[in-house]
């Protein structure tokens, strides 16, 4: 199985849907380490029960100084012998160097279906903009914030009586299922190719 790391920062529902995924015996990866760069992170907790690998970096202490974080955080990567990173609701936007450090190796969820509404406030702006179809994106992480290439993607329809929370909500619940799917097949390209 493949060794991944879940990063996250707060609550955790995505990564709890790849720690279900991961508990299945035909699963292709198994959790090596949840990170959080917020010690408080409800998520960290959920992890900590399942019986995870948890460490907290927090960010705060470093200041201004974001590389030293990031080597902070690829050092635990590295001690925990992790393949693949799982970006789950992690709200730091990485520099080159952790970029370049997991080149390929480095997912993440996105609630949107990108290129659409990249950033924040995705469900917000794809209602301002009268989107019919919404939905979530799992990409591969490069320099370019929320820009990687796509490795998968679920829609949802925007309702007329949509609030950010409904349509987030409706999102979400693509979100717990595309992110396992994705991962899968992700580990199973490396298996072919390796
Ligand atoms: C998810 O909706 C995820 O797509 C989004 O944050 C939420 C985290 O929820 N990620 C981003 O906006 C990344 N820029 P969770 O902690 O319950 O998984």
């Not at 720690?19 to 090596?32: E, G």
């Not at 974080?69 to 952790?98: K, S």
């Not at 979400?172 to 994705?182: D, N, R």
Request: proline share 7%; glycine share 8%.
């Amino acid at each position: 199985k493949h060794p991944i790391a879940i990063l996250i920062s707060g609550r955790g529902s995505n990564m709890r849907s790849l720690i279900d995924a991961c508990a299945q015996p035909d699963y292709p990866a198994r959790i090596a380490l949840v990170l959080s760069n917020r010690p408080d992170a409800p998520g960290l907790e959920t992890a900590r029960e399942a019986g995870l690998n948890t460490v907290a970096i927090d960010h705060k202490p470093f200041g201004k100084d974001r590389a030293a974080h990031e080597r902070a955080v690829n050092a635990a990567l590295r001690d925990a012998g992790v393949e693949i990173v799982c970006l789950a609701g992690y709200m730091r936007v990485l520099t080159p160097y952790l970029v370049h450090a997991w080149q390929g190796r480095m997912l993440n969820i996105h609630p949107s279906l990108l290129p659409a509404f990249p950033g924040l406030h995705t469900h917000a702006a794809a209602i301002a903009a009268g989107a019919s179809t919404h939905g979530c994106t799992v990409h591969l992480v490069t320099d370019g914030v929320d820009e990687g290439p796509i490795l998968g993607q679920a829609d949802v329809p925007v309702l007329k009586d949509d609030s950010p929370d409904t349509l987030a909500a409706r999102v979400l619940s693509q979100e717990h299922v595309l992110y396992p799917a994705v991962l899968a097949q992700f580990c199973e390209t490396l298996d072919t190719h390796q």
